[in-house]
């Protein structure tokens, strides 16, 4: 998957997503470079610049996103400078709809927006960003100087989806049938991020549970043809909830009618998520990494891997 820009791509060159080892290493730079050049001047416009942090987009990954740099402000930089406080620097949540986490329940998506102004993050709903370039962002009229904007609004599918020549939706995502093929080719399947599917007339959503279950779906049929088998039932998503994480020591879990935040499910989610690792000697590795960040506030790496883009 790519960024969505929704029409505007020139917004790419000043506002990078997150989709990729290559875009997280290049937004550790970003935030590590602009706190190293906030630390070299004395000009107090450059440094509020600076140390404005300002993300585009309160899904789930611009919610984690935003609250794990305030932590990274906080705790983890905050002895690393003489002239600045990380901490006071300022990071601004945009989202043009009229609430963060619009797939999550009303109710948790006001405990989180509770939770990131308890974070120091300025959550601003009902604005649409009009230009991003190198002094920052303009959104419903107004300039937030920034020398960081991240994107974390939107996804368009692989390119390589267009080189099938079937039916796409507007992120561009192949629109399949009910055993994930496309109309033109029945031997060729679309799986996860790039498949665009519906199931009781809803959209099966582009999460990381159904592409692991279309992608086990389409082995097993492509398993069955090889033997030369009757296809069985149509792919059917079956919803093991949702969850996403706000920083230390908080979570929220969507599960049909059970809805929670807080400490509790914090843990949920750090336990799932180890044991979702495929091997023993990887969850033991995770498991002592994060017990390790958890008790020091350390990160094991903060290198700045290549030049700040400006």
């Not at 963060?100 to 329940?105: D, E, K």
């Not at 561009?172 to 060729?188: L, Q």
Request: glycine content about 10%.
């Amino acid at each position: 998957m790519r960024p969505s820009y929704f029409g505007h791509d020139e917004f790419a060159a000043n506002a990078p997503g997150l989709k990729n080892l290559n875009d997280a290493e290049l937004i550790r730079t970003k935030l590590l470079s602009a706190f190293e050049r906030a630390e070299s001047t004395d000009d107090e416009k450059a440094r509020a610049r600076l140390m404005t942090f300002v993300l585009v987009g309160a899904g789930p990954t611009g919610v984690e996103l935003a609250a794990s740099i305030a932590h990274l402000n906080s705790v983890t930089l905050r002895k690393n400078f003489r002239d600045i406080d990380p901490a006071e620097s300022k990071i601004v949540l945009l989202d043009g709809g009229v609430r963060i986490l619009p797939t999550f329940a009303e109710s948790l998506s006001r405990k989180v927006a509770k939770r990131l102004g308890k974070l120091g993050v300025q959550v601003l709903t009902g604005v649409k960003v009009e230009k991003v370039d190198e002094e920052g962002v303009v959104a419903a009229g107004a300039r937030i100087p920034s020398a960081t904007v991240l994107w974390t609004a939107g996804v368009a599918a692989s390119p390589i989806v267009k080189m099938l020549g079937t039916t796409t939706d507007r992120a561009g995502r192949a629109c399949v049938g009910p055993f994930m093929d496309i109309p033109e080719a029945p031997d060729v399947f679309v799986a996860g991020d790039a498949a665009a599917m519906t199931q009781d007339g809803h959209p099966v959503p582009g999460v990381a549970q159904a592409a692991i279950q279309q992608g086990r779906f389409v082995g097993r049929l492509i398993a069955a043809r090889i033997r030369g088998r009757r296809d069985g039932n149509p792919f059917r998503y079956r919803s093991k909830g949702n969850m996403a994480v706000v920083g230390k020591n908080f979570a929220i879990l969507e599960a049909g009618r059970l809805r929670t935040a807080g400490f509790a499910t914090w843990l949920v989610w750090a336990m799932l998520h180890v044991m979702a690792l495929p091997q023993l000697q990887n969850r033991f590795r995770v498991q002592t990494q994060w017990l390790w960040s958890y008790l020091s506030g350390q990160r094991s790496s903060r290198l700045i891997s290549e030049p700040p883009r400006r």
